[in-house]
């Protein structure tokens, strides 16, 4: 199992980012996928997740300013991310699971994306 994040970058506010995570290994269409984040310091949280279904579910932080998607046919999940704030600041891991979408169900995380957004 191999899961590719790709897309960060350096960014000023209100700018947008968009990242990628490209699964190989595994059956994606199956699998649902998360985004989680952390900052230096604090605890990875949850950025937004996709079930296999594609029902989408977004931490309140972000609502709104990212969505997320899912490309079965390029087995990879996108999030789009607008009206980006100094707060987004975080390395972004892409995880998979095939067992639901709390945190622990993730069985493979991705290798992070760093995120600078800038004042």
């Known amino acids: 199992v191999q899961l590719q994040a790709s897309g960060g970058g350096l960014v000023q506010a209100g700018g947008s980012l968009r990242l990628s995570c490209a699964a190989s290994?595994?059956?994606?269409?199956?699998?649902?996928m998360g985004w989680y984040r952390q900052a230096p310091g604090k605890q990875r949280e949850l950025v937004a997740h996709?079930?296999?279904?594609?029902?989408?579910t977004y931490a309140d932080s972000v609502e709104g300013r990212f969505t997320l998607s899912r490309g079965n046919s390029k087995n990879s999940a996108y999030l789009q991310m607008n009206s980006l704030e100094p707060e987004d600041t975080a390395v972004y891991y892409c995880?998979?699971?095939?067992?639901?979408?709390?945190?622990?169900?993730?069985?493979?995380w991705g290798q992070g994306t760093l995120v600078t957004v800038s004042s």
């Open positions: 995880a998979k699971s095939l067992v639901g979408t709390w945190i622990s169900d993730y069985e493979d």
């Open positions: 290994g595994i059956i994606f269409s199956a699998n649902h």
């Open positions: 996709i079930t296999s279904t594609g029902t989408t």
